[in-house]
């Protein structure tokens, strides 16, 4: 028998990082499916915007600096995917590029590249965009059909205007609000595919909607139609679920999940702004590292300290 010596790693899996990332993509093909079925060209012109932007940005960021161009790992173009579909489609196109800039350049290269960003680019560019132009990312449009832009006609979002829609609109997706939020089949559609591939895990998704919903029950408000409007079920299937930015332990992603359910729920009934999920991710991807310093695993076979007694 021939014995072969290597260094590490031994194990070898095949959900390399570029397999994980291309699930993603294949998971918000739906979500990005249906924001062209209900708001048209102008849906798909973001979203392209915003991929295009982010890809580019890395690839000219890696050349400018010397590094290996990685973009064929596809989480540029992922981020940039997330910031079109984090958008209303009557955005205009100069939001699409700052905020996947923002997303690659500040929160991503600056921090050392993918595995080193301390929070979700995505997300900490949605942040960024609502606080700098609020009018521009809250003008909120009904859909208008996929053969055309959508300018026509405004409305409310179902958070905003709660008892204004049906259940069936909530969950196909004929209300106002981003482009990847809208419709909650096609979010669960994409979860399905990531949980069946083992891309994420089912752990924070649904710890997250268990939380709000419980919360908001509680509230006093209707937890059903919390978990179906805004942003929530997006955010929780595609956001909170980042790698890098949630713990790694099985019990720090418990805590994770039910402290962004919990913050979403006290933002939407006790703060002035109807979403909450943006700040909710943020603010539990700021407290990852502790999460994880205070629930990671003990090291096998390693002596736990014990204090002598005196005497």
Known sequence: MNLFLSSAPHVHSPQTTRVLMRNVLIALAPCAGAAI????????I????????????????????GQK????DLSAAVTGLLVGLNLQPQAPWWLAVIGSLFAIIIVKCLFGGLGDNFMNPALAARGVLLASWPVRMTSWVLPTGWNSYADAVTGATPLASPGSFTLKDLLLGNIPGTMGEVCKVAILVGLLFLLVTK??????????????FVFSW?????PVVSILSGGLLFAAVFMATDYVTCPMTDKGQYIYAVGVGLLIAVIRNFGNYPEGATYAILLMNIATPLIDRFTKNRVYGHERKVKKENG
Not at 37 to 44: I, K
Not at 218 to 222: A, C, H, K
């Open 46 to 65: 973001l979203m392209a915007i915003a991929t295009a932007t982010a890809v580019f940005a890395e690839l000219i960021w890696q050349m400018l600096t």
């Open 69 to 72: 161009v990685r973009i064929d």
């Open 199 to 212: 891309t994420i895990s089912w752990r924070i998704p649904v710890c997250v909607v268990a939380t709000t």
């Open 218 to 222: 509680l509230f006093g408000n209707d």
């Open 37 to 44: 079925w209900y708001f048209g060209y102008s849906a798909l």
